[in-house]
């Protein structure tokens, strides 16, 4: 890890004066990546006008027209798509989806993929219909990747530029020309990380929630940002159509194991399964990948509450998340924990789905309150949780399915995404951006997480 960031800095400057561009990249990656799973910083946005102006004057060095020539670029009018990669599913993946399948140019996939895996992009995602193609830029080395990947973009048939890499990907960020003449959409999706490009010259920076959207533009004064609104693309039936709890009470959550288990939280995901379980006596859900010792220790648990294997159902990753719960008959949504997913949130309410979440302590961006509807009932103790449980019978059920469908054909429609997207997102003053929700961090309970920190950092050295 970096320890003096101002020398660090006064480094990257040096490698761009001497044109030492492979190492100014390698550099950025690094120190990026290791901020991103640094227990100190996890689960906290991070943003910086110097390293993304850093980025884009080492762009601006490549000297790409000279040194890099392909062949066999696209010749009629499209869109880019510009990628880390697309290896496992999540929510990083269906706004891909969505964007492919309601863009009206067909797209470019474009992988800078420099963590070099073999296949980049997930085969379901280049079985899409608007695929025009994918493009890897698999070359040895950082600059040769930063240079291809410069060379796509200038393509002169190339419209809209979709940013959509991780974090840490410096390469992607400098290739990013500030006076393309292109339109290009930052979209800022790692908002519970540091994350380079959220400042790039001669892009248009868009955020997919109200509280990112909030903060961008007051914390980090990003005044001309846009909001784009999230959907869920090509839902054919909603859950309120089927019966209550039939045979038995049936809930969900969606996430992979780095959303239980990243950030260190006083109330486990594993805990608050195992309580609703052993209050209601139904069956749970989990859509998204978890690992074999994680399982192992929900299904021991389960025994010793004398709960039964089969009230736990692992699906792992599954596309389609509202058509699935839909045929599940599931009654309740609850979000993993610390962390939430916004996507599969919007997912739920269009399926039309209730969700019982949890007032995170830390941070309200954590638990995702702010995206769902009013009226959705959240907890922050054990014993809020009973009186919560308690409440779902038809009638309530029934009411709350209605107006999580409604809240979702209000401000996440698919007229209204694709609306925001022609549009390039809408400005603070609409009406299509959600109002924030009543939240208070918990003083306490941050103590609490600040001292489980300290000795997960104490067991870490």
């Keep these: 890890m970096v320890d003096n960031v101002v020398q660090f800095l006064n480094d990257q400057r040096t490698a761009l004066k001497k044109n030492m561009l492979g190492e100014f990249l390698q550099n950025m ?22 390293f993304d102006a850093m980025c884009q004057q080492a762009g601006q060095l490549s000297a790409f027209k000279l040194l890099r020539k392909m062949n066999n670029l696209p010749t009629q009018p499209h869109n880019v798509i510009l990628l880390t990669e697309l290896h496992c599913l999540g929510g990083h993946v269906e706004i891909v989806r969505d964007i492919l399948r309601k863009s009206e140019l067909p797209i470019l996939l474009l992988a800078t993929n420099i963590n070099s895996r073999k296949l980049p992009i997930l085969q379901s995602i280049l079985d899409e219909e608007n695929v025009l193609g994918m493009i890897d830029a698999n070359d040895a080395t950082y600059i040769e990747k930063l240079r291809s990947t410069q060379t796509v973009l200038t393509n002169s048939h190339v419209n809209t530029i979709f940013i959509l890499v991780h974090g ?44 990112g959207f909030l903060r961008c533009r007051n914390e980090f004064n990003i005044t001309t940002n846009r909001y784009l609104c999230l959907s869920s693309m090509n839902l054919k039936s909603k859950r309120f159509d089927k019966t209550f709890a039939n045979p038995v009470f049936k809930t969900a959550s969606c996430g992979g194991i780095h959303k239980m288990t990243k950030l260190p939280y006083y109330i486990s995901y594993k805990d608050v399964v195992l309580h609703v379980l052993n209050k209601r006596e139904g069956v749970h859900f989990h859509i998204g990948h978890l690992s074999d010792e994680y399982l192992k220790n929900i299904y021991n648990a389960l025994e010793h509450l004398g709960l039964s294997d089969d009230q736990f159902i692992y699906l792992g990753e599954v596309p389609n998340l509202a058509e699935i719960l839909i045929q599940l008959e599931v009654d309740v949504y609850f979000p ?6 916004g996507k599969a949130l919007i997912d739920v309410m269009a399926a039309g789905i209730p969700i019982l979440t949890h007032q995170n302590a830390r941070d309200r961006l954590w638990g995702s309150i702010d995206l769902i509807y009013p009226t959705a009932l959240t907890w922050a103790t054990f014993d809020e949780l009973d009186d919560a449980l308690e409440k779902y019978d038809k009638a309530f059920w029934q009411s709350q399915a209605n107006e999580s469908r409604a809240y979702y054909d209000r401000f996440h429609s698919e007229a209204l995404f694709l609306n925001h997207l022609k549009r390039g997102g809408v400005d603070i003053d609409s009406d299509d951006i959600p109002k924030l929700k009543s939240y208070q961090p918990d003083v306490a309970r941050n103590l609490m997480y600040l001292g489980l920190r300290q000795n997960s950092e104490t067991s870490m050295k």
């Design 29 to 50: 990656i690094h120190f990026f990546s290791e901020l991103s799973n640094s227990p100190m910083m996890q689960g906290h946005q991070i943003a910086s006008k110097q």
């Design 336 to 341: 993993t924990l610390p962390q939430s997913g």
């Design 168 to 211: 840490y990907d410096a390469v992607g960020v400098s290739a990013i020309a500030p006076n393309s003449g292109k339109n290009i959409l930052f979209i800022h999706h790692c908002d519970h990380s540091p994350t380079l490009g959220c400042y790039l010259e001669g892009a248009h920076h868009i955020d997919l929630h109200n509280v």
